[in-house]
Nanobody, 128 residues
Framework: QVQLVESGGGLVQAGGSLRLSCAASGRTFSTYLMAWFRQAPGEEREFVAAISWRGTGTRYEDSVKGRFTISRDNAKNTVYLQMNSLKPEDTAAYYC?????????????????????WGQGTQVTVSS
């Protein structure tokens, strides 16, 4: 069983930055594909970014490309999401997710069904 704990959310003005962290328990973190999703009130959960187990592969949802950066430190069992140039439409609860299979598949990467473990979420609110 893997536990994921997100932190780093908060209230920020438009144009500002936040860095989210997701700390994972378990010795097999380094083999997991990791991702961030977000969910705004009344909306479905949507993919934000993913990173391969080695950290050499990344993928982003179109609206965050060039603004958000996903990274990981396997020695610390932690994955990060650096969010710059934040917009009010980025307001959502952000969730960390882990896929224990670790396989990189362009067809399924952006689907929440691919992921086995989820954190409890951290709220990001961007004011205009």
């Amino acid at each position: 069983q893997v536990q994921l704990v997100e932190s780093g959310g908060g209230l920020v003005q438009a144009g500002g930055s936040l860095r989210l962290s997701c700390a994972a328990s378990g010795r097999t973190f380094s083999t997991y594909l990791m991702a961030w999703f977000r969910q705004a009130p009344g909306e479905e959960r949507e993919f934000v970014a993913a990173i391969s187990w080695r950290g050499t592969g990344t993928r982003y949802e179109d609206s965050v490309k060039g603004r958000f950066t996903i990274s990981r430190d396997n020695a610390k069992n932690t994955v990060y999401l650096q969010m710059n140039s934040l917009k009010p439409e980025d307001t959502a609860a952000y969730y960390c997710a882990a896929d224990r299979d670790g396989g990189w598949s362009d067809d399924s990467l952006m689907s929440s069904h691919k992921y086995d473990y989820w954190g409890q979420g951290t709220q990001v609110t961007v004011s205009s």
